[in-house]
């Protein structure tokens, strides 16, 4: 094996690799075995081909294919050892000769983050304050959470529910063809096309009422942008919402004897919620101003592959079982999609890699008995403790649980440094609880 090796841009080996004529004819020669076991060649069982007459059936170009196949891996990982090279993940590979064969091999080689004077940043944490007017919010969200459908005796008014069928065409073609689907006429509403509930405003039991509206010239349907969409609507019911009051029967609904009881408890989530989210803004900030002031990179690979976890989160998100259905929702290219998560993968990645090197630098470790203490917690929390414990004493699951509470360590370090209440220097916090908020982070090892 002959190769040469140089470093390139964001941490990546660029490597020339060429097979040596012996290695090259072992691999030929397992090649020939390979095939023979696979091919039917008239007049012979198979493995008992010759190799000319082998040759003579699949063609010279099946046998050269095939041992490049067979040659590449011991090459690479012999040109890996020689040049001290640990790659993360699989390479991209470029044949740029075939006989002999010669490969142009780009390798991702390990992050490099350099944190600087990470002790030295300071970053004020927001103030939380959680009013009676935040609190009276979210008590109206409880109480439009219960509302109930009534059936009225009258004309349809916007933020009423009506039960309907609509058909609606474009230039003749179908668009909509729905029976006793429930809509509520909202004023301004884009849905399904803007004008529609005002539309419908007015409107009876049991009248039907014909109109044409013009589709947005930016419509999703590219096809049916700025064409007239004709549409034909049935009112079949009329309904508004009706809400209970703010008093005991609403606490009670939710397991409250009385309306202050449930109020204390919805202050207290705010106030915990507010908190959690203050403490992920700290984070967030502290973790740039860390990595802007010294240097994080890595191969492009990381972030095609956070990238492709960002896309299929968002398909599953959208209750889209693949990444193809939730693409012919949004009308829109995988490239474009991507290229839109680009910079929250690159956010995500730099402080995963910032995380993990202040983990290293602050000594930050899990023993045992604290995985054990976790795993003991969870059971304890869980209705089938024997199922959960099991499940949870697996390796994979006490690595997981390993790694997890490492981070919430070195997040809770994080915090008290860049708020000045710990001193440079001490020791890393023995907790090792869950936190009430992390920011998005992924682990680069």
């Given amino acids: 094996m002959k190769s040469t090796a140089k470093s390139i841009e964001h941490r990546q080996a ?31 069982r198979k493995g008992k081909a010759p190799r000319h007459v082998l040759e003579q ?18 090459v690479y990982e012999k040109a890996l050892v020689a040049h001290e090279l640990h790659p993360i993940a699989t390479p991209q590979v470029e044949l740029e000769q075939r006989e002999p064969p010669t490969f142009k091999v ?36 409880i109480r439009e959470s219960q509302a109930v459908l009534v059936p009225v005796e009258r004309t349809l008014k916007f933020d009423d529910f009506a039960t309907i069928d609509v058909k609606a065409t474009v ?13 509520q006429a909202v004023a301004a509403s884009p849905m399904p096309v803007p004008g529609f509930a005002e539309a419908i405003v007015g409107m009876s039991k049991d009248e039907t009422r014909e109109f044409t509206l013009p589709m947005p010239a930016d419509f999703r349907v590219a096809e049916l942008a700025a064409k007239e969409c004709s549409c034909t609507v049935t009112v079949r019911e009329v309904k508004q919402k009706e809400l209970p009051e703010l008093g005991d029967g609403l606490a009670k609904t939710f397991g409250f004897e009385t309306f202050d009881a449930l109020k204390e408890k919805v202050g207290a989530d705010l106030e915990s919620n507010a908190k959690n989210e203050a403490r992920t803004t700290l984070i967030h900030n502290a973790l740039d101003a860390i990595a802007a002031q010294g240097s ?10 956070e ?26 290219s995988v490239d474009e999609i991507r290229e839109d998560l680009r910079p929250l993968a690159h956010t995500r990645i730099v402080n995963g890699l910032v995380l993990e090197k202040i983990a290293d630098a602050e000594g930050i470790q899990v023993a045992e008995e604290d995985i054990t203490a976790r795993i003991e917690e969870l059971v304890g929390e869980a209705k089938d403790k024997d199922r959960a414990r099991q499940f949870l004493s697996s390796p994979e699951m006490r690595e997981s649980l390993e790694t997890r509470l490492r981070t919430n360590r070195t997040l809770d370090r994080l915090v008290a440094i860049v708020t000045g209440s710990s001193e440079s220097g001490a020791a890393a916090p023995a907790g090792g609880t869950e936190p009430e908020s992390a920011p998005e982070v992924e682990s680069h090892g």
Avoid: C, W
Wanted: glycine share 6%.
């Fill in 14 to 44: 660029e490597l020339h690799i060429e097979a040596e004529p012996d290695e090259y004819a072992a691999a030929t020669a397992e090649a020939y075995r390979h095939l023979a076991q696979r091919a039917t060649v008239p007049g012979f």
């Fill in 296 to 305: 994080v990179d890595f191969p492009p690979v990381l972030e095609e592959r």
């Fill in 307 to 332: 990238i492709a976890d960002l896309l299929q989160g968002e398909a599953r998100r959208y209750g889209y079982k693949t990444i193809e259905d939730y693409l012919r929702m949004t009308n829109r």
């Fill in 57 to 74: 059936h699949l063609g010279r170009e099946a046998v050269v294919d095939e041992a490049i196949e067979h040659v590449f891996p011991d």
């Fill in 106 to 141: 780009i390798v991702p080689l390990p992050p490099e983050v350099t944190l600087g004077d990470y002790r030295s940043v300071r970053v004020k944490p927001e103030e939380v304050a959680v009013t009676d007017e935040h609190v009276l919010g979210a008590l109206d969200r």
């Fill in 171 to 183: 230039e003749g073609q179908p668009f909509l063809d729905h029976q006793q689907v429930t809509y």
